[in-house]
């Protein structure tokens, strides 16, 4: 079992940064890779970013990449999710993941935990 515990979102004005952190718990979380996704209103789940508990295999959604960044902190067992240079479209809730894959997974469905999310809203 992993528990997966969101925070750090909020309201942000356009161009502004936020960083969400992903608190991770279970016994063997070394062997999973971490995802963040987001879903805005009335629209599907979507892949932002993955990484292996190493901090190797960073891997992000173009629309992303660029302005976001992930990352890991063993220590802590804590995913970390940089945010700069906001957008309005980047408003939605913001979700973090865990899978069990040799492979990068970008879906959704195939991620076997999920936190409760935390909600990002960036005004223009």
């Known amino acids: 079992q992993v528990q997966l515990v969101e925070s750090g979102g909020g309201s942000v004005q356009a161009g502004g940064s936020l960083r969400l952190s992903c608190a991770a718990s279970g016994r063997t979380l070394s062997s999973y890779d971490m995802g963040w996704f987001r879903q805005a209103p009335g629209k599907e789940r979507e892949f932002v970013a993955r990484?292996?508990?190493?901090?190797?295999?960073?891997y992000y959604a173009e629309v992303v990449m660029g302005r976001f960044t992930i990352s890991t902190d063993n220590a802590k067992k804590t995913v970390y999710l940089r945010m700069n240079s906001l957008k309005p479209e980047d408003t939605a809730v913001y979700y973090c993941?865990?899978?069990?894959?040799?492979?990068?997974?970008?879906?959704?469905?195939?991620?076997?935990?999920w936190g409760q999310g935390t909600q990002v809203t960036v005004s223009s």
């Open positions: 990484i292996n508990w190493g901090g190797g295999s960073a």
């Open positions: 993941a865990a899978v069990q894959s040799s492979t990068i997974v970008v879906t959704a469905r195939l991620y076997n935990y």
